[in-house]
């Protein structure tokens, strides 16, 4: 079994799969949401005292597996710094204690294994990562074959949705406010412009969709009731409609067979409809993480672990170093 260790952001998971069948045996996650949603967003050094706090109350948890355990595998990149030290610290205490091997793993990688927890790989796929920190396009051969083929100028998707929920007043995380608010709202009342649209880059860039909102929220605000419903819908049609259009362009010359959505704002109901209709003409495959995994989780990178103990990818105590701007 591998235990995996994920500390990146504002989740603090541990979990534990059996390397033979893939299983999931154990997995818990302690969200860190009403502790940084009065601030607007994660504080870095209070998520790391939350992780600190957290992550041995979960291995205490655990170690009834500790004699089964075959390897330890934490996130080591990205993230932030001081989130991903507490776990890559533990790893590392785990290691030397147990006399195991470590596995470093790539955060991102984490997300497209995401797909396949409990599962066997399906490769290949074009995969968009759309997360707090990253909107990217991937091509996927293999665990060790990823080309990153378009990614954000500026601010991510989720970001932006974060953003625009903290200037409405709706607190954190704004994914799962701003989804719900644009329910009820006309998604064509704001004329927003699509970013990008006469660039011929396939590229993202939120920037100036986030401040053209905020214009719109400012003069909102004016009204004695303010209400932001239609905003938001609007926000989130532009937001994905850039996503879309980006893609369209793309598949001109890169025919998508399977495509998948991962990361945290793959949850969003509302981007899953839209790529859906995108890839009928292309009559390809799309899949997607169970919910309970879009987010940061633990379960994501021991699926990425299986992989690299079979493939015998494994990183030195002296070299397991966190790396917090890296990318794919």
């Known amino acids: 079994m591998i235990l995996s260790i994920e500390s990146s952001c504002d989740d603090s998971a541990i979990s534990i799969t059996e390397i033979k069948t893939k299983k999931l045996l154990f997995h818990k996650k302690i969200s860190q949401e009403l502790e ?39 996130t080591s ?100 406010v701003i989804q719900e608010l644009a329910k009820d709202g006309d998604r064509l009342r704001h004329n927003f412009t699509v970013p990008l649209h006469q660039s011929p880059l396939i590229a993202f860039s939120y920037s100036g969709l986030k401040n053209a909102v905020r214009l719109a929220v400012l003069e909102e605000e004016k009204n004695e009731n303010p209400d932001f419903k239609d905003i938001a819908a609007s926000f989130e049609h532009i937001a994905t409609k ?38 009928k003409p292309h009559n390809a495959e799309l899949i997607l993480s169970e919910l309970k995994y879009c987010s940061d989780n633990a379960a994501m990178i021991g699926r990425v672990a299986v992989e690299m103990y079979e493939k015998k990818i494994f990183t030195s105590l002296e070299n397991l170093d966190i790396a917090p701007r890296s990318s794919l």
């Open 36 to 74: 940084h949603s009065v601030y607007g967003g994660v504080v870095p050094e209070l998520a790391a005292r939350l992780h600190a706090e957290a992550l041995p109350k979960i291995l205490e948890q655990v170690k009834e597996y500790f004699p089964l355990l075959k390897a330890v595998a934490v």
């Open 77 to 176: 990149t990205p993230g932030l710094a001081v989130t991903l030290v507490e776990g890559v610290t533990m790893a590392k205490a785990i290691a030397v204690a147990l006399d195991i091997p470590l596995i470093g793993v790539n955060h991102l990688i984490g997300h497209i294994y995401s797909l396949f927890i409990e599962k066997e790989t399906q490769f290949p796929l074009t995969c968009l990562l759309v997360s707090g920190g990253h909107t990217q396009v991937m091509e996927v051969k293999s665990l060790t074959e990823i080309e990153t083929v378009a990614k954000s100028m500026d601010d991510s998707f989720g970001e932006s949705f974060d953003k625009v929920a903290k200037m409405m007043g709706l607190g954190y995380p704004g994914g799962p």
């Open 242 to 279: 850039h996503l879309t259009m980006k893609l369209k362009k793309y598949f001109k010359t890169v025919r998508p067979t399977t495509f998948a959505i991962v990361g945290g704002a793959s949850a969003n109901l509302y981007l899953r409809s839209q790529i859906q209709d995108l890839l």
